[in-house]
């Protein structure tokens, strides 16, 4: 399974960005699909994820209301819309997947459940 992700950019606080990441992986439904970013000097953590099916969702109390995650199964495709940006978000954003078989499994937080990794897409956001 190959993920590449696509999006990042230089913003100003308050600005909007796009991520998206396409997948390779078949049946691409029945993977979980998480975003997670890493600042530097800072453990990896969990932004969003997003069931098979795209009817459940689980975010980070640091980005609830202002990100949202969603997914195309038919383009194999998952997206992070970021919207009020803040310089705290800055950081390397990277999706990851996670087989379940299932396109209404649990979503997770932990990384460590997700097997395959994009390469991550740099989000800088100036305040």
């Known amino acids: 399974v190959q993920l590449q992700a696509s999006g990042g950019g230089l913003v100003q606080a308050g600005d909007s960005l796009k991520l998206s990441c396409v997948a390779s992986?078949?049946?691409?439904?029945?993977?979980?699909m998480g975003w997670f970013r890493q600042a530097p000097g800072k453990e990896r953590e969990f932004v969003a994820g997003?069931?098979?099916?795209?009817?459940?969702?689980n975010y980070a109390d640091s980005v609830k209301g202002r990100f949202a995650i969603s997914r195309d199964n038919a383009k194999k495709t998952v997206s992070l819309q970021m919207n009020n940006l803040k310089p705290e978000d800055t950081a390397a954003y990277y999706c990851?997947?996670?087989?379940?078989?299932?396109?209404?499994?649990?979503?997770?937080?932990?990384?460590?459940?997700?097997?395959?990794w994009g390469q991550g897409t740099q989000v800088t956001v100036s305040s």
């Open positions: 990851a997947g996670q087989w379940r078989g299932s396109m209404r499994a649990s979503v997770t937080v932990r990384d460590q459940a997700y097997r395959y």
């Open positions: 992986a078949h049946p691409f439904s029945g993977y979980n």
């Open positions: 997003i069931s098979g099916s795209g009817e459940t969702t």
